[in-house]
T-cell receptor, first 107, second 117 residues
Framework: EIVVTQSPATLSVSPGETAILSCRAS??????LAWYQHKPGQTPRLLIH???TRATDIPARFSGSGSGTEFTLTISSLQSEDFAFYYC?????????FGGGTKVEIK | VQLLESGGGLEQPGGSLRLSCVAS????????MTWVRQAPGKGLEWVSH????????QYADSVKGRFTISRDNSKNTLYLQMNSLRAEDTAVYFC???????????WGLGTAVSISS
């Protein structure tokens, strides 16, 4: 099983600043990595797939990068609606696995 | 495009539950479907996957042999039969769609399962 590790667990950021979230896979998943945003009580939302392709209707302030084992989600100019939990997921190998999540909170 | 889960509730350890997920707004039999769960205070955990025709099925080790995923394409419905339930199966269960063995582009709101005596 590929273990996916996210860091940091919590990120405190002021509105308007940039948040950088990291995701590491225990072995190469090539570009088979997705990022999701989840707010409690709401439906998880796909942000990025293929490591860097924004999903439909996702604002350009969300960007993904990386390949192999190291990935980054960058959220530029954070807005109030961006404070949430973020998860990465690898789909390079079965079983599919998620990282433990990063909580982006208001500083 | 919408996914609506149901069937959750309170069950005793060792018991069974069947979750359903009704899909609308897309061609159901063209998409793989997945169950993902989130235990209280924890992150997301992938549970099971089934392809559009119901032939390719995958399970997480934590549920293999106890849970069965299936689908009825004539009813646009995905199922998860959960047997031999354990306290650690307590979670919100989400269904989601996406390309086979891939990312999940649409999710439901989830249905809560609580296993306790």
């Amino acid at each position: 099983e590929i273990v996916v590790t996210q860091s940091p667990a919590t990120l405190s950021v002021s509105p308007g600043e940039t948040a950088i979230l990291s995701c590491r896979a225990s072995q190469s998943v090539r570009s088979s990595l997705a990022w999701y945003q989840h707010k409690p009580g709401q439906t998880p939302r796909l942000l990025i797939h293929g490591a860097s392709t924004r999903a439909t209707d996702i604002p350009a302030r969300f960007s993904g990068s990386g390949s192999g084992t190291e990935f980054t989600l960058t959220i530029s100019s954070l807005q109030s609606e961006d404070f949430a939990f973020y998860y990465c997921q690898q789909y390079g190998n079965w079983p599919l696995t998620f990282g433990g999540g990063t909580k982006v909170e208001i500083k | 495009v919408q996914l609506l889960e149901s069937g959750g509730g309170l069950e005793q350890p060792g018991g069974s539950l069947r979750l359903s997920c009704v899909a609308s707004g897309f061609t159901f039999n063209s998409y793989a479907m997945t169950w993902v769960r989130q235990a209280p205070g924890k992150g997301l955990e992938w549970v099971s996957h089934i392809d559009g025709r119901g032939r390719d099925i995958q399970y997480a080790d934590s549920v293999k042999g106890r849970f069965t995923i299936s689908r009825d394409n004539s009813k646009n419905t995905l199922y998860l039969q959960m047997n031999s339930l354990r306290a650690e199966d307590t979670a919100v269960y989400f269904c989601a769609k996406g390309p086979p063995g891939s990312y999940l582009d649409i999710w439901g709101l989830g249905t809560a399962v609580s296993i306790s005596s």
